[in-house]
């Protein structure tokens, strides 16, 4: 334990450090006196992202280059040295390195996304620079996130393998804190207080444990992020550049949230200025999905894999043959049929195109992911019904006059539509709760904002406080339990306290996948059984002779960079 508390409070440091030479020469000098620790934290792992990418095109981001990564921050921070800022981040780590350890002790990691394609592709970062045409070994190689970056570069001399595990969960535990500080900051209206209590409420309650995070929860929580920022009343051009930030984040690691660039669109043009839209932050925003874009190019041959309208046909490595997995068309209408319940037909199973045709997959949904779904917000959503019969009791019972009546601004319902939108996109597109509970939660709550905002309870600024302390500790209390209980009873059975990065709950060593030749050299490697996990790269569990077979893979080397693409 006490290792996993070092090693997540040196990163969190590390990490605020990053953010605060980022926002004092990119966003705000004074940033960091008008936004929380936590919330620069987001901007630390967003330049981290940056540079780990940039640097991909040219070498792995192997031990020694990602140390000189973690320590050259430090000996920048001498040059703007802040002494306040200094004695923050060392306070404030040590209880975000707690509930770090609460969160992912004896937990396991993301089934079977992380070890079909997570871990592979950063074990792929940290011994290859950018391979092109992977994809055509693992197609989900084409879809990941920015954020395998982000996890890659803690694999050094100081953390090793481990490391890799870290910086998913301090962008949870950041957020937790981030929402209790805005909860209880006094530059926050009520209103805005309640849709952030909304937010953190359904975050304690449903994303909770390391091993249900994946790609999805600290994307669908930068979302929430995005939202809460949009609203908040700050200075206008400040709102412009966060909200830049965290839509240019979000997009980076998952395009099915990507509708959130209207948000300061909608910004910039309401109270248009040249400036507003050229600066520092939306040229870096712009670099940022440009060389994202030329990376999935050279990854798949397509600018967002799988849309196959964003694919550049003509290049050798893409492949256009729709029997493979690594087709676009196919990649697509898989994963959009799976999403949609295609697994979970009673009767004999249609074909993806012929399952997708005229909303006949709706019932099948229904009865499958849509039972799923009720049961995960159940919880909450009972939670949500007993706190509004308290307000309502409120309402009846007080003899408190409201003198405030809350207005909800343009912002407001900017948000309630693009939330709107996003949820009716889900619905249509890619109808699995993790892909879009960033979208359904914001527009629930939004919505409940415009029944509530005249409750006398929304007006009484000592009363609402009380009500946050009390049911924020309730929750808090709720998931520590959980967790302890959890590491309590794994401890029994798991010898090592680190989630498994190499396979199986008892084996943690690397797997030693099976070596695939081609002309006398090794391509590619292939798991014996289940996943690659974390391992020696490029590992895919695809390679079975349906997919493909040895015979159709070429790998050609060009400039020192690996091309893997098919026999046309």
Excluded at 66 to 92: D, R
Aim: aromatic share 20%.
């Amino acid at each position: 334990m006490i290792e996993l508390l070092f090693y997540s409070y040196l990163t969190s440091i590390h990490i605020y450090i990053c953010g605060y030479l980022f926002c004092y020469n990119i966003i705000d000098k004074n940033i960091h006196k008008k936004s929380s620790v936590f919330e620069i934290f987001f901007y630390g792992s967003f330049i981290l992202c940056f540079i780990s990418l940039i640097l991909n095109f040219f070498i792995s981001l192997n031990k020694p280059v990602n140390t000189i990564i973690f320590l050259l921050p430090f000996v920048l921070f001498l040059f703007l040295f802040n002494k306040n800022y200094l004695k923050k981040i060392l306070f404030f780590s040590l209880p975000i390195a707690i509930l770090f350890c609460l969160t992912i002790a004896y937990d396991g990691t993301y089934r079977p996304d992380a070890g079909s394609y997570h871990l592979p592709y950063i074990s792929i970062i940290n011994e290859h620079k950018i391979l092109i045409g992977i994809n055509n070994i693992h197609f989900r190689f084409g879809h990941t996130s920015v954020i395998q970056y982000l996890s890659s570069i803690y694999n050094n001399f100081l953390f090793g393998e481990k490391g890799i595990i870290i910086p998913t969960g301090l962008i949870y535990c950041n957020f937790i804190f981030y929402c209790i500080y805005e909860i209880f900051h006094k530059n926050n209206n009520n209103i805005l207080k309640v849709l952030i209590f909304l937010i953190l409420t359904f975050t304690l309650f449903r994303v909770n444990r390391y091993s249900d995070f994946g790609n999805d929860a600290p994307t669908n929580l930068l979302f929430f992020y995005l939202i809460i920022e949009s609203l908040k009343n700050n200075e206008f051009f400040l709102k412009i550049k966060k909200t830049i930030f965290a839509s240019t984040f979000i997009f980076l690691n998952k395009i099915t949230l990507l509708l959130g660039f209207f948000i300061p669109v909608c910004l910039i043009f309401n109270k248009f200025k040249l400036n507003y839209l050229f600066n520092k932050v939306s040229i870096i925003s712009i670099l940022f999905i440009f060389l994202y874009s030329g990376k999935n190019i050279l990854v798949s041959g397509c600018l967002m894999f799988p849309v196959e309208q964003t694919c550049i046909k003509k290049l050798f490595w893409y492949d256009s043959n729709s029997d493979r997995a690594s087709n676009a068309i196919n990649a697509r209408l898989e994963n959009e049929s799976w999403t949609k319940g295609w697994m979970n037909q009673e009767t004999e199973k249609k074909e993806y195109r012929e399952y997708l045709k005229n909303f006949g997959w709706v019932k099948t949904w229904i009865n499958s992911e849509g039972r799923t779904i009720q049961k995960k917000i159940a919880p909450y959503l009972i939670f949500i019904i007993i706190l509004y019969i308290f307000a309502l009791i409120f309402e009846k019972r007080t003899k408190f006059n409201s003198k405030n009546s809350f207005k909800l601004n343009n912002e407001y319902y900017i948000c309630l539509i693009i939330s709107f939108l996003g949820s009716l996109l889900w619905f249509l597109k890619f109808p699995v709760f993790r892909y879009g509970y960033g979208y359904l939660i914001s527009f629930f709550s939004i919505l409940l904002l415009f029944h509530l905002k005249n409750f006398k309870i929304i007006s009484n600024s000592v009363k609402l406080k009380k009500t946050f302390k009390y049911i924020i500790i309730l929750l808090i209390l709720g998931v520590v339990t959980k967790n302890v209980t959890r590491i309590y009873k794994k401890s029994e059975i798991v010898s090592n306290i680190w989630p498994n990065i190499y396979g199986s709950e008892k084996n943690f060593q690397k797997k030693e996948n099976l070596k695939i030749y081609k002309n006398g050299e090794i391509i590619f490697y292939i798991s014996k059984n289940g996943e690659c996990y974390y391992s020696k790269s490029p590992c895919t569990h695809f390679f079975n002779g349906k997919d493909f077979n040895i015979d159709e893979i070429n790998v050609k080397k060009v400039f020192r960079y690996s091309i893997y693409y098919f026999d046309k």
